[in-house]
């Protein structure tokens, strides 16, 4: 297993959640790294993403100005900070690397948002 995510549960409309992605070392230390969610009937998409020093990150716009990724390259540990979730936010949460590797796929944490 290349990936290991955390953190999901059922959450209100406009409530928080935070996902915790642990990789390994040889994976993380080395990569840009992303989170990505997978609602049902839907394509994987990528919703956040961050250089491998952290000091660049980028947004779907769906989640711009509500979501927060962060990582933290001592632990090999990656977060999502969502905050004001929507209905539409539901979905299973993965963390990749940045292009993403087929064989890197965890087993991802389900997000469930009650309106």
């Known amino acids: 297993v290349q990936m290991v995510e955390s953190g999901g549960g059922l959450v209100q409309a406009g409530g928080s959640l935070r996902l915790s992605c642990v990789a390994s070392?040889?994976?993380?230390?080395?990569?840009?790294m992303g989170w990505f969610r997978q609602a049902p009937g839907k394509q994987r998409i990528l919703v956040a993403a961050?250089?491998?020093?952290?000091?660049?990150?980028n947004y779907a716009d769906s989640v711009k100005g509500r979501f927060t990724i962060s990582r933290d390259n001592a632990k090999n540990t990656m977060y999502l900070q969502m905050n004001s979730l929507k209905p539409d936010d539901q979905a299973v949460y993965y963390c990749?690397?940045?292009?993403?590797?087929?064989?890197?796929w965890g087993q991802g944490t389900q997000v469930t948002v009650s309106s």
């Open positions: 961050i250089t491998r020093d952290g000091g660049t990150t």
């Open positions: 990749n690397t940045v292009p993403w590797v087929a064989d890197y």
């Open positions: 070392e040889s994976i993380f230390s080395i990569n840009a």
